[in-house]
Structures are given as C-alpha cells and as structure tokens.
C-alpha cells in the first residue's frame, strides 16, 4: 500500500512497502524509498492553520493539497521510517539511515550520508560528500561545508541564550572533522580542514588547520600533525 500525489514525478523508483508522497514531489531515477517513508511533508504552520478549518478530506490528501513537495535526486537510498518535509532538496545518491527527519528548506549535496536517528531541523545547507553519523543533531540557520566529517552524537546549537528570540547559525567549513559528542555553540565558524575532538564543547570559532579538544575547547595541534599520527595508527591494523 502506498501514497503517491497525483502532482508528484517519479522516476524507476523501487518503493520497498508503504511510502507517502506528496505535493509535486520529483524523486530521481534508481532512488530506493523504504518502508514508511514520507516525502513532501507539510511544514507545521500550514498543519496548523489547516487543523484550525477543521476540514473532512482524509489527512493526506488534505496534506497533499497544502504540500509543495521535496525533490530527490537519482540513485538514493532513503531508508525505513525516514521523513523528509516539503522544500526540501536532496542530491544524487545520498543515503539515510533509519528514523532520520529532514525538515522544510533543507539543501543536501550529492554523495552525503546521514545516520541512523539524526535529526536535521530545517533551513540547513549541507555540502557534498558529508559523512554525518548516528543521532546528530542539526538546527535551522547551520551551514555544512563539503567534505565534513561529524561523528555520533554530534549536537549543533543556534541558540546562546535559550530560549531567545535572536539564533545564530554555526559554520562547518570544508574537510572539517567532529568527532563524536562534540557540542557546537551557536555562531561559532569551524575552519576549513579543522578537526574537533570527542566530547569538546566548542564556545569559540576555531581557524583553519588545527585541532582543539576539552570544555572549552583549546588548540591542542594542527591537521597536518593530525594526518601523520593517522597514517601511524592505520599502518599498525
């Protein structure tokens, strides 16, 4: 059983069980959609102003009249559960995995993958071959570099002062590295080729080509130190 708009363009889709899409969604060629997945649905203003009418349609095809839909693009692999929200636009082969929310006004690149749980809570911009692990957290105004790298567990803030009526972005630049834990303050700029240790608290921008670890986090090295003592720990496997 499944719903598909009558607005929507579907290329050679393989639908593993019950997918709802809605609104003028267009899901590329060879993209997979798992079980449960929801593609275009509605941001919660327009639920809101629809419960308020009270109306008799049947809740999707309500939501499909009120829905813009999402547009995905070819060879992706959206997993079981997974709910994207309308506006919302995917590259060519980005994966999810289980339980992952994709909010309205999302932009995500080519080739990027999102774990298992994350949550990507609207007007985001994230780049191309981004890696983002198990139950990560993104808020709206976050802006993801190409390249990035951010470990489980990984929260991003864009609140200071929560809860305030001013939020303020954080900037992952290119190649940047966050290891797993890791928190992000609102408004922070993390460098182009930067790496962010487990479990630091970042209250401060960090420059390009460092390292910083602990609470707060400080520079404890450089990428370039980063890299060799990699390479060491790679050729012991």
């Given at each position: 059983?499944?719903?598909?708009?009558?607005?929507?363009?579907?290329?050679?889709?393989?639908?593993?069980?019950?997918?709802?899409?809605?609104?003028?969604?267009?899901?590329?060629?060879?993209?997979?959609?798992?079980?449960?997945?929801?593609?275009?649905?509605?941001?919660?203003?327009?639920?809101?102003?629809?419960?308020?009418?009270?109306?008799?349609?049947?809740?999707?095809?309500?939501?499909?009249?009120?829905?813009?839909?999402?547009?995905?693009?070819?060879?992706?692999?959206?997993?079981?559960?997974?709910?994207?929200?309308?506006?919302?636009?995917?590259?060519?082969?980005?994966?999810?995995?289980?339980?992952?929310?994709i909010r309205e006004?999302?932009?995500?690149?080519?080739?990027?993958?999102?774990?298992?749980?994350?949550?990507?809570?609207?007007?985001?911009?994230?780049?191309?071959?981004?890696?983002?692990?198990?139950?990560?957290?993104?808020?709206?105004?976050?802006?993801?570099?190409?390249?990035?790298?951010?470990?489980?567990?990984?929260?991003?803030?864009?609140?200071?002062?929560?809860?305030?009526?001013?939020?303020?972005?954080?900037?992952?630049?290119?190649?940047?590295?966050?290891?797993?834990?890791?928190?992000?303050?609102?408004?922070?700029?993390?460098?182009?080729?930067?790496?962010v240790a487990a479990?630091?608290?970042?209250?401060?921008?960090v420059p390009e080509?460092?390292?910083?670890?602990?609470?707060?986090?400080?520079?404890?090295?450089?990428?370039?130190?980063?890299?060799?003592?990699?390479?060491?720990?790679?050729?012991?496997?």
């Amino acid at each position: 059983m499944f719903y598909v708009s009558e607005k929507a363009t579907l290329g050679n889709v393989i639908l593993e069980g019950y997918v709802v899409i809605l609104g003028e969604s267009v899901i590329g060629e060879h993209t997979i959609l798992g079980n449960n997945v929801i593609v275009g649905y509605p941001a919660r203003r327009k639920i809101i102003n629809v419960l308020k009418k009270l109306p008799k349609m049947k809740p999707f095809n309500l939501y499909n009249e009120i829905s813009k839909g999402s547009r995905l693009g070819e060879k992706c692999i959206i997993r079981a559960n997974t709910i994207i929200y309308e506006e919302t636009v995917l590259g060519d082969n980005v994966e999810t995995g289980h339980n992952v929310l994709i909010r309205e006004h999302v932009i995500i690149g080519s080739n990027t993958k999102i774990g298992t749980q994350s949550v990507i809570d609207g007007y985001v911009t994230i780049g191309n071959n981004v890696s983002i692990q198990s139950n990560a957290y993104i808020p709206p105004k976050t802006t993801i570099g190409n390249n990035v790298f951010l470990g489980p567990n990984v929260i991003i803030t864009n609140d200071k002062y929560p809860p305030s009526r001013r939020l303020c972005g954080v900037t992952i630049e290119d190649n940047a590295v966050i290891g797993a834990n890791a928190v992000l303050i609102a408004g922070i700029k993390i460098g182009r080729n930067s790496v962010v240790a487990a479990g630091a608290v970042v209250t401060k921008s960090v420059p390009e080509n460092v390292v910083v670890a602990g609470v707060p986090a400080k520079i404890i090295d450089t990428r370039e130190n980063y890299e060799r003592k990699k390479r060491e720990y790679e050729r012991k496997s």
